[in-house]
């Protein structure tokens, strides 16, 4: 079983950065996939980044590829997104997610087992 609990969300000008963190907690988090997905107001659920649990290696939406950087502190129990050159479209609810890792980083979310709360990220234009 893990928690997850999302942190780093709020309101921020078109053109900024913010950094999000997902801490979690329960046992071998390093053997988890964790992924970041996104919803917007009368939008589904989508994909942004994913970050495999063995290899570290990344996935990245398109239109988010180059600006966003998803990364992991095992030691810490954490996982980060990093929000640059943030356009009024990025404006969602982010949640972070995670699952038992396997060979691929799956971007559906129904391929994930255990998520955080949100947290809002706004961008003004």
């Known amino acids: 079983q893990v928690q997850l609990v999302e942190s780093g969300g709020g309101l921020v000008q078109a053109g900024g950065s913010l950094r999000l963190s997902c801490a979690a907690s329960?046992?071998?988090?390093?053997?988890?996939?964790m992924a970041w997905f996104r919803q917007a107001p009368g939008k589904e659920r989508e994909f942004v980044a994913g970050?495999?649990?063995?290899?570290?290696?990344?996935s990245y939406k398109d239109s988010v590829k180059g600006r966003f950087t998803i990364s992991r502190d095992n030691a810490k129990n954490t996982v980060y997104l990093q929000m640059n050159s943030l356009k009024p479209e990025d404006t969602a609810v982010y949640y972070c997610?995670?699952?038992?890792?396997?060979?691929?980083?799956?971007?559906?979310?129904?391929?994930?087992?255990?998520w955080g709360q949100g947290t809002q990220v706004t961008v003004s234009s």
């Open positions: 329960g046992r071998a988090f390093n053997t988890y996939d």
């Open positions: 970050i495999h649990w063995s290899t570290g290696s990344t």
């Open positions: 997610a995670a699952r038992r890792g396997t060979f691929v980083i799956a971007t559906s979310e129904y391929d994930y087992s255990y």
